[in-house]
C-alpha cells in the first residue's frame, strides 16, 4: 500500500479500510521523507490493483479524478483538470507537483489520482491553504479554492520499487561541498570579468 509519509509518520497503529469493508492491520515497509511517501503492508487477500499510467505522462487541461476520503465522510471522487506541471511548494527535498483544480481536502493524502482512463499519474499530497494550517496543506497568506497538488506517479513509482527492494530510497551523493564564485566574493571590481563554474569548498571522504 503506497500512502504519503505524513499520514503515517509517528503514528503506534496503522489500520487500512479496504474497499469491501473489511479493516487490515498495517506495517511499515519504509518511508522516504524527502518525498513524503511511505510503503505499508497488509495480511489480506483478493485485493485489486489499480492500472498506472504508462508513462504517466500529464498535461495541462487533462481532466483528472481525486480519490480520497475527505474529514472522514466516506469514498469521495472529485473532478478536475490539470492546472499545472512541474510545481515547487518547498514542502520536501524532491518535489515536481502536478497542480489540479480537483477538489483535495483533509483525508486525501495520499489517495489516487487519476487520468479520464482510470489509470494512476499521481498520490494526491497537499492542497493550498492559509499559513495557520498544517504544514503538508499547502503554504500561503490566503485562502484558497481549486489550488491541490498531487505526487507525479513516476516518482511514486522510483520511491516504491526503491523501498520494496532495499526498505529505504538510496540515492547518488556528489561527495563535495561547493559555491558559486560570486558567493564567496560578492563585491566586483568595475570592469573585472564575470566568474563562471563553482569553487570547491571540501572533498568529503568515501
Given at each position: 500500500v503506497l500512502t ?31 518525498t513524503d511517501l ?35 465522510v466516506g469514498k ?131
Amino acid at each position: 500500500v503506497l500512502t504519503n509519509n505524513h499520514v503515517i509518520n509517528g503514528a503506534d497503529d496503522i489500520q487500512v479500510l479496504l474497499f469491501d469493508g473489511r479493516v487490515a492491520q498495517a506495517r511499515v515497509i519504509g518511508a522516504d521523507a524527502d518525498t513524503d511517501l511511505a510503503v505499508l503492508k497488509i495480511d489480506a487477500a483478493d485485493l485489486p490493483t489499480i492500472a498506472v499510467a504508462d508513462r504517466g505522462d500529464v498535461n495541462v487541461g487533462d481532466v483528472v479524478l481525486a480519490i480520497g476520503n475527505p474529514f472522514g465522510v466516506g469514498k469521495t471522487v472529485t473532478m478536475g483538470i490539470v492546472s499545472a506541471t512541474g510545481r515547487q511548494l518547498r514542502l520536501s527535498a524532491y518535489e515536481d507537483f502536478i497542480q489540479t483544480d480537483a477538489a483535495i481536502n483533509f483525508g486525501n493524502s495520499g489517495g489516487a489520482l487519476v487520468n479520464a482512463l482510470g489509470e494512476l499519474v499521481g498520490i494526491n499530497t497537499a492542497v493550498y491553504r492559509n499559513a495557520g494550517g498544517d504544514g503538508r496543506q499547502g503554504a500561503g497568506q490566503q485562502n484558497a479554492e481549486g489550488i491541490g497538488f498531487a505526487i507525479p506517479v513516476t516518482t511514486a513509482k522510483a520511491v516504491l520499487d526503491q523501498i520494496i527492494s532495499h526498505g529505504m530510497v538510496i540515492r547518488g551523493w556528489f561527495g563535495a561541498e561547493y559555491a558559486d564564485p560570486s558567493a564567496l566574493n560578492p563585491v566586483r571590481p568595475p570592469g573585472a570579468p564575470v566568474q563562471h563554474g563553482v569553487v570547491v569548498l571540501e572533498v568529503l571522504p568515501g
